[in-house]
């Protein structure tokens, strides 16, 4: 039996890290994907492709409860510890295990605060579900890779997880342990450009770093999370009333809340000045930082190429994409 999975990215537009907090965030499915392939096998291993996420064979063994994982590579990427996990909490609910044939792949660049991680879990456990004979619905599929992204990255506010599964444009917040996911809509054509470069952190270790400095200015913190939630609500009023135009603004407020949380770094905000100095209305990093994402926006579409190659001056590569509205997606082939 094989079956098929696909996951979309995600950019935040409003609100990460705070997020974290409880606090509110705006964020939205973006039509880069990547698919997770499954085949059944005849023994009872996982095996791992992953032929362009850079991570070489990795075997996984099922004996009834225990799973062991072996890696020919110490360092195995963070993407196989997903789809383990994935397949681990699948086969835990279901109380069945069987042997899979697993091969990922990407539209996107892999770990640069585009949400491919809890892509990586949630197409895993939507394919490795169906697999079993089980469908998912979008808020079990985003509870399940929440619970992934906490057992591999320890912290998760499930906003990755429920933006992916539901797809679309979504206000979200974490209430308590519930993922409480609302559906917005643009009124009017919203031109995006993502520009990337190498992550120097991981987004457990970036979380991490905002969580030591809350610590250590517990009040100069919170009021720094309170004026993001300001942002995200003035920008969810914003969206509902069609007034998009003016969404930059409160893009470049957020970004400057996000480098006095200590997550820009001197590549981003290059990227972000160079991206405005071509035309971009608003221009912010997107994701956990410390390199990674930068998302533009801007008011005319003529204006994609222009900030593309504006963040090509400056050593970044770029897509021009636009928001996703179907979430996961799984079939049999
Ligand atoms: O960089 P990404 O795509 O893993 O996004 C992380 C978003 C954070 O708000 C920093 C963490 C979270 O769990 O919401």
New binding site residues.
């Given amino acids: 039996m094989k079956v098929l999975a696909t996951a979309p990215g ?1 950019a ?1 537009l409003f ?6 907090y409880g606090r509110p ?1 705006i964020a939205m499915a973006i039509n880069r994907r990547v698919t997770v392939e499954l085949t059944s096998r005849k023994d009872d291993k996982a095996v791992l492709h992953f032929p362009d996420v850079s991570v070489k064979g990795f075997t996984l063994t099922f004996k009834g409860e225990a799973i062991t994982a072996k890696t020919n590579k110490a360092n195995a990427s963070q993407a196989a510890g997903y789809v383990v996990e994935a397949i681990r909490t699948v086969a835990k609910r279901l109380g069945d295990y069987r042997g899979v044939n697993v091969t990922v792949k990407s539209e996107m660049p892999v ?8 892509a990586v879990a949630i197409a895993t456990a939507a394919a490795y579900s169906e697999l079993l004979g089980k469908r998912f619905d979008g808020p079990a599929l985003s509870r399940i890779g929440r619970e992934v ?1 906490l057992r591999v ?1 320890k ?6 997880s429920s933006v992916i599964a539901l797809g679309g444009l979504v206000e979200f917040q974490l209430k308590g342990s519930d993922l409480v996911a609302h559906p917005l809509h643009f009124k009017e054509e919203m031109p995006m450009v993502l520009g990337y470069c190498p ?1 120097i952190s991981t ?1 457990a270790q ?2 991490a770093r ?1 969580a030591q400095l809350r610590d250590r200015n517990i009040h100069v913190i919170e009021k720094v999370f309170d004026s993001i939630e300001q942002v995200v609500l003035e920008a969810k009023k914003k969206i509902v009333g069609g007034e998009t135009a003016s969404l930059g603004e409160l893009m470049n407020i957020n970004q400057g809340l996000l480098s006095a949380l200590g ?1 820009s770094t001197l590549k981003i905000e290059e990227m972000v000045y160079a991206a405005r100095k071509a035309g971009a209305s608003g221009a912010k990093l ?4 410390m390199g ?2 930068v998302l533009c926006l801007v008011n005319s579409s003529t204006l994609t190429k222009p900030v593309a190659l504006a963040l090509s001056t400056v050593g970044a590569e770029s897509f021009v994409f636009e928001p996703d509205y179907s979430g996961v997606r799984v079939q049999h082939v």
Avoid: Y
């Fill in positions: 995600k935040t609100g990460e890290h705070s997020v974290v965030a770990g640069a605060g585009l949400g491919t991680s809890a992204e990255q912290v998760s506010s499930g906003m990755d992550r987004t970036s979380v905002v997550v997107t994701g956990a930082g990674g994402s």
